[in-house]
C-alpha cells in the first residue's frame, strides 16, 4: 500500500483543507450509500483509495461473518467508475497474525447500544480501522452516519490516539421509501422489506416530536405496531458518547434502533434537534 502511495506522487503531509489521499474503509457489496461516500471522499482529497475487506474480528460467532455478501468484481467495476485510485483489498491473513495479541479497545463506549447487543464488535472495529489507517496512511477517511455509534467511536479513538487522520461523516443513503441502504438489505425477503420500513418509519415519527419521552414514545408505537418486527433497542442518545441522554436534554441527540427482521439485524438512525 506504501508502494501504492509512492506511484500515486503521494508525499507526506496534506495540503491546507484538501487531502493528498483520502481512504474509504468498507466491508464490500458496494451500494448507492458507499458510492457518495467515495464521492465525498473525492472533494477532500486527490486521491481515493477503497478497502474491502469483510473483518472476521468484528463478527460475533453466531453472526453472520460466513454468508456475509462478498461481490469483489462488481465492487472493482463501482470502484472504477467511481474514479478510485486503489482499492485495498486484503486476506485476512495479509490482516491478522495467527498469533495476534494485541487490539483497541472502545472503552466504555463498546459495551452499550450497538455494543450491549454485540460484544466486542466495537472492539473489532477499532482494531481494523486502526490497521487499515496505518497501512493505507490515509490523509482523510470517510465513514457513514448510518453506522452512527462506529462513526463516533472511530472520531474517539482519533482523539484518544492522537492519530493524524481528519475524520468525515457522510449523511445516509436512503431508498426513497425511507429504507436505509444496507448490504445486508439484500437477505431480505420481499415480504421482510415491508417489515424493515417500520425501522425508518419509526425515526420519522420520533423526529417529528420535541421531548425526549414524546419521541421516544412516538418511535416505539410505530415499531409495536410491526409484529414480524424484533426489537433489540430504541434509543435516544448523546451523539458524542451514546450514552442515554436524559428527560430535560436540550440539543443534539441520536434516535438509534436496531431490530431483526426474520435473521436479517438492521440498523439505522436519525439525528434530533431535542426541546
Ligand atoms: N446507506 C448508507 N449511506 C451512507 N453510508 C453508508 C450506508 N450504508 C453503509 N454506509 C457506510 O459505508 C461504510 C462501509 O459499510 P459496510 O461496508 O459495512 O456497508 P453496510 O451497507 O453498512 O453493510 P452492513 O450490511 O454491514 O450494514 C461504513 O462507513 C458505513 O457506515
Ligand atoms: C468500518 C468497517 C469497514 C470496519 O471493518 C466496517 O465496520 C464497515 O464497513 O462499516
Ligand atoms: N456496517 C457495520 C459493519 C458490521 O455490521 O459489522
Known sequence: MLKAREALGIGAGASPGRGALALVPTMGALHEGHRSLIRLARE??????????VNPLQFGP?????????????DLEVCEAEGVSVVFAPSAEDMYLPDRQVGVSAGGMGSV?????RPGHLDGVLTVVLKLFNLVQPDVAVFGQKDAQQLAVIRRMVADLNLPVSIVGGPTVREPDGLALSSRNRYLS?????????????????AGRHAPAEIRRAAL?????EPSLALDYLVLVDPAT???VGDDHTGEAILAVAARVGSTRLIDNVTLGVG
Open 44 to 53: 477532500r482529497a486527490a486521491h481515493v483509495a477503497v478497502s474491502i475487506f
Open 113 to 117: 447500544v450497538e455494543g450491549e447487543f
Open 242 to 244: 451514546f450514552t442515554e
Open 62 to 74: 453466531t453472526e453472520d461473518f460466513s454468508r456475509y455478501p462478498r461481490t469483489f468484481d462488481a
Open 221 to 225: 408505537a410505530v415499531l409495536e405496531a
Open 190 to 206: 420481499s415480504e421482510d422489506r415491508v417489515t424493515a420500513l417500520a425501522l425508518s418509519r419509526a425515526l420519522t415519527a420520533g
